[in-house]
Nanobody, 123 residues
Framework: VQLQASGGGLVQAGGSLRLSCVAS????????MGWFRRVPGNDFEFVAA????????PYKDSVKGRFTISRDNAKNTIYLQMDSLEPDDTAVYFC?????????????????WGQGTLVTVSS
């Protein structure tokens, strides 16, 4: 499975962006999907995940109520709607796929990763 993330960009604080992650080479319908982010020099951090059916969507505490993860299995795509963006959200955002059913897999257990898309939030 290959993942291609897009939708990043430069936005002012309080603004919105919608990230997309399109999968190819296989179907994501039996994969838990996640969004992660990394600031240069820091480790990857979990942002959000979504179960096969979309009924389980855990979030990093600092993004709850501002970010929404969703998936369209027919389009082999997941999304991350990011509202009320803050400068601390600035990072490279990555999507990833994990064959399984839980939404709390450790980051190293994710099987496939996209290339990342840069989100920059100015104050």
């Amino acid at each position: 499975v290959q993942l291609q993330a897009s939708g990043g960009g430069l936005v002012q604080a309080g603004g919105s962006l919608r990230l997309s992650c399109v999968a190819s080479g296989g179907t994501i319908s039996r994969y838990v999907m996640g969004w992660f982010r990394r600031v240069p020099g820091n480790d990857f951090e979990f942002v959000a995940a979504i179960s096969w059916s979309g009924d389980s969507t855990p979030y990093k505490d600092s993004v709850k109520g501002r970010f929404t993860i969703s998936r369209d299995n027919a389009k082999n795509t997941i999304y991350l709607q990011m509202d009320s963006l803050e400068p601390d959200d600035t990072a490279v955002y990555f999507c990833a796929a994990k064959r399984g059913w839980r939404t709390d897999y450790p980051i190293p257990q994710y099987d496939y990763w996209g290339q990342g898309t840069l989100v920059t939030v100015s104050s």
